[in-house]
């Protein structure tokens, strides 16, 4: 049977809205190191599966947000969280969308992690220009620095991803 990718993020956007934004800086950590490298995994999976199959990215982020739920937040929520936004607004949900990646970036800096910066800077700069005008987009910090990020991270492939024609040059 197949699943419908809308009414399956519909669930998980309902889960989500259950959670306020508040409540979910303040959310507890996860602490179980199992569970961290799981979810460590999935991320992987997803980044992978990115590339080659993008309708197989929706259940693993899917997963994670239910992990991060019930088992709290890892270094690792956010870039499930910016997956989930840039899903919602492709099927439509730009403003929901955007605060989900927007709420990415909240997190990962309350958390101080900066696993997948590179690819959530970019995923925010991607959402952001079909919400602000582009030469906004093109001058906020997440887009210049969204390779940077990678790089710094040793994230080649996703530095190389975050090249844009109206970068800053530096690039």
Not at 2 to 17: F, G, M
Not at 39 to 67: D, R, T
Not at 127 to 135: G, L, M, R
Request: aromatic residues 6%; proline residues 6%.
């Amino acid at each position: 049977e197949k699943v419908n990718p809308e009414a399956s993020a519909k669930v998980t956007r309902d889960l989500l809205a259950a959670h306020p934004g508040d409540e979910l800086l303040n959310y507890r950590r996860m602490t179980d190191p199992p569970m961290i490298m799981a979810m460590k995994v999935l991320v992987k999976v997803a980044l992978c599966m990115n590339q080659m199959s993008p309708e197989a990215v929706l259940p693993i982020v899917e997963k994670m947000i239910q992990l991060s739920l019930s088992h709290g937040l890892s270094p690792v929520t956010p870039i499930g969280l910016a997956y989930f936004g840039s899903y919602t607004a492709k099927i439509g949900h730009i403003e929901e969308g955007y605060r989900y990646v927007k709420f990415s970036l909240t997190l990962l800096q309350k958390m101080g992690s900066i696993e997948n910066l590179g690819e959530i800077y970019g995923m925010a700069t991607q959402i952001k220009c079909f919400v602000e005008p582009v030469q906004a987009v093109c001058e906020h910090p997440h887009f210049n620095n969204a390779y940077i990020a990678a790089m710094t991270s040793g994230d080649v492939l996703v530095a190389m991803a975050q090249i844009r024609p109206c970068g800053n040059g530096s690039n």
